[in-house]
């Protein structure tokens, strides 16, 4: 798709038409700009064709659009990662207050008020929706998880719906979904530390190249020069 999907604009916390008005924006602005660019170095500098002015125009909208979807795109993902994490600290955390005797509504809230970042304040922010509309918290969650396109969060919503709904002693299922969102996070933050240090590789051979060239061209050229 060339558009963002419906959970990467509502990660970003930004609407389609936000996104469209934005883009024009810049396109149009962008477009004043070459214009008035491509015309003063057409008048004064070299006589380029009217298709070349056209292609060199059409070209920039592209590029910005493309520039603005992986910006959307990269929001999202790292507020999904966020979330994430976010729901397995709160899997931790509800599975202490359950094994405290706490109930499963009371475990939830005081859950969700421990933690801080993007992801808690979303789930808090479900709570509390569901709190002002009469609905069930695990049925908030689902939706939160539905919305974002996070299906940790629809799973913990099912499991937390079995005990709240039926008693279902679910608390040795909820230990294993929060190892398994831990590993899944440590996995993924690996591999992110893997990533970067290898985009740190090339700088630090060119660095060191840069290094041996200033060391040794001095006395490369001396003994040139002694020849």
Known sequence: MLLPSSAEFSLAQQSQ???????????????????????????????????QIVLRVLIGPGVLF?????????TA???QNDLDLSTAIFLDL???LLAGGAGVETA?????????????????????????SRQSYWDGLRELGAS????????VANSVQLAGEHGA?????????????????????EYEAEQRTEKMGLPI?????????????PAFMGTIGAL
């Not at 038409?17 to 070299?46: D, H, K, P, S």
């Not at 974002?148 to 799973?155: D, F, V």
């Open 17 to 51: 038409e936000q996104f469209a008005y934005v883009l024009r924006t810049i396109i149009l602005i962008y477009l004043m700009v070459v214009l008035t660019l491509l015309g003063l170095w057409n008048a004064f500098v070299t006589g380029a064709s009217l298709t």
């Open 66 to 74: 493309l520039s603005q979807r992986k910006k959307i795109q990269a």
């Open 77 to 79: 993902k790292q507020r």
């Open 94 to 96: 509800l599975n202490v």
């Open 108 to 132: 939830i809230l005081a859950a969700a008020a421990c933690g801080d970042g993007w992801g808690f304040a979303q789930i808090r922010l479900s709570i509390a929706r569901s709190q002002s």
């Open 148 to 155: 974002l396109g996070n299906e940790s969060l629809i799973e």
């Open 169 to 189: 002693r679910i608390r040795q299922s909820l230990h294993s979904k929060a190892a398994s969102l831990r590993q899944k996070n440590l996995a993924r933050i």
């Open 205 to 217: 051979v060119l660095l060191f190249l840069g290094f041996l060239l200033l060391i040794g061209y």
